[in-house]
């Protein structure tokens, strides 16, 4: 049986590798940071089980990741821990910096003075942000970096960090270079679940209106749960070697808003442009979507487009065959209108209650 220890395990792609490896037998140890309230809630279900454990750790505390790594002794370790959100590594470009370049060091350091270097397998999550203002389309292993966020080229140093110590000290360590992954369990401030869960909202009437940043913004995106397959099975091969994944199909931030409010029952029309754009409800002429600078970034990183050739090719792994673009939209709105629903009747319960107790029917 073997051992992996996964950072990042609270995260949308942590909570979905656990329970792949859980299923392949693994003994699985993530680590977890200390916080005053639930933030626990996508590993949930997985607390209790033999195969599932955890431990404290923080990617800027050497000592915390020095003492997880020599317990565990893990046979792979997947490094997820970041902060992921490039909007803001504008606001907290020191933060990120620490937990995704510097923490990666750790990470490789903790391994080696543990004396795992030969046994002890990384994957380093990777990113389609060092792409950046792209020199490219679509982008494959051989396209240049061009990072255009303070996320970005702090990732870039982790990738390039794993590289040399898989030179240097001939580590089994390795990239995966992850376009845009998306689910049910992705955070609320992404671009993608900002919009389903307002469209579920909106077609609920607990939202009004969706205020979002550049709609031109094209993305290749695929279903997060069909993503940490490649993860594994990076760590798998005869040589380590860094890969591309994606789905080589692009859609933009619009295109996406248009088939979540459909699913929604909401048929939109857009109309104007920049930052006059709007998203307008056909049937009522309602406007439901509008443009805010607040969701510009300095630097935007606009046209994400993978080539996965190489990942089908050695890995086996054919995004024809996994959750499609429409696949994906209709899941995650899917999942938020029930989420939507079932908040509403908790509300509906609390609201008969407390009638029920002013009218003094329940005591
Ligand atoms: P996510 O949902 O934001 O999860 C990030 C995880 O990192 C959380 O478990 C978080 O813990 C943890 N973390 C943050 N700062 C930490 C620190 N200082 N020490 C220890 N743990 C820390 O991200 P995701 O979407 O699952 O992405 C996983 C990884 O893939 C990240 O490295 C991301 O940059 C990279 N990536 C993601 C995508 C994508 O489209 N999703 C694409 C390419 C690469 P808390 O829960 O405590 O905050
Ligand atoms: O933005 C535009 C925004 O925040 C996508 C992370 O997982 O994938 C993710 O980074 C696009 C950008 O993801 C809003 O300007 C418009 O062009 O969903 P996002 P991201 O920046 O691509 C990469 C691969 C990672 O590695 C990261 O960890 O959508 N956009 N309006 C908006 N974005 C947000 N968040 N909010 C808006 O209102």
Redesign the pocket.
């Known amino acids: 049986m073997k051992t992996a220890l996964i950072?990042?395990?609270?995260?949308?792609?942590?909570?979905?590798l656990a329970e792949f490896l859980i299923e392949k037998g693994y003994q699985v140890h993530g680590?977890?940071?200390r916080?005053s309230v639930d933030?626990?809630e996508?590993i949930a279900h997985l607390e209790g089980h033999p195969q599932f454990h955890l431990h404290y750790?923080?990617?800027?505390?050497s000592m915390s990741i020095m003492q997880v790594v020599s317990k565990v002794r893990p046979d792979e370790i997947y490094?997820?821990?970041?902060?992921?959100?490039v909007q803001v590594s504008f606001d907290s470009p020191e933060?990120t910096a620490?937990?995704?370049a510097t923490?990666v060091l750790r990470i490789l350091e903790a391994v080696r003075l543990c004396g795992l270097a030969d046994t002890c397998r990384i994957y380093q999550?990777?990113?389609?942000?060092l792409y950046g203002k792209v020199e490219e389309v679509p982008q494959n292993e051989r396209t240049p970096f061009h990072p255009y966020s303070p996320?970005a080229v702090a990732?870039l140093y982790g990738f390039w960090i794993v590289k040399e110590y898989r030179e240097a000290y001939g580590m089994y360590c390795c990239s995966?270079?992850?376009?845009?992954?998306?689910s049910e369990?992705?955070?609320e401030t992404?671009v993608t679940r900002k919009i389903t869960l307002a469209a579920a909202r909106i077609a609920q009437g607990k939202q009004e209106k969706l205020y979002l940043g550049n709609l031109s913004s094209l993305r290749d995106?695929?279903y997060?749960k069909d993503?940490v397959e490649c993860m594994w099975l990076i760590l798998q091969q005869p040589e380590p070697e860094d890969y591309v994944i994606a789905t080589g199909e692009q859609h933009s931030v619009r295109e996406f808003c248009l088939h979540a409010f459909r699913r929604a029952g909401i048929e939109l029309e857009f109309v104007g442009e920049g930052e006059n754009e709007k998203g307008i409800d056909k049937a009522t002429g309602k406007v439901l979507i509008e443009v805010s600078p607040d969701f510009y970034r300095p630097t935007d990183v606009v046209n994400l487009w993978g080539d996965p050739t190489k990942a089908r090719e050695q890995l086996g792994w054919d995004p024809s065959k996994k959750t499609s673009f429409e696949q994906l939209v209709n899941l995650m709105v899917d999942a938020d209108m029930a989420k939507v629903a079932v908040e509403r009747a908790g509300e509906q319960v609390k609201m008969n209650l407390e009638e029920y107790l002013e009218k003094g029917i329940v005591k």
Do not use: M, P
Not at 125 to 129: G, H, I, M
Not at 176 to 182: A, Q, S, Y
């Open positions: 950072t990042g395990i609270t995260g949308q792609d942590g909570s979905f680590t977890i940071r916080s933030f626990r996508r750790a923080d990617l800027g505390d490094n997820l821990a970041a902060q992921s959100h933060f620490d937990v995704d923490g999550a990777s990113t389609s942000e996320y990732k995966g270079i992850l376009f845009n992954h998306e369990r992705r955070g992404f995106w695929g997060a993503y």
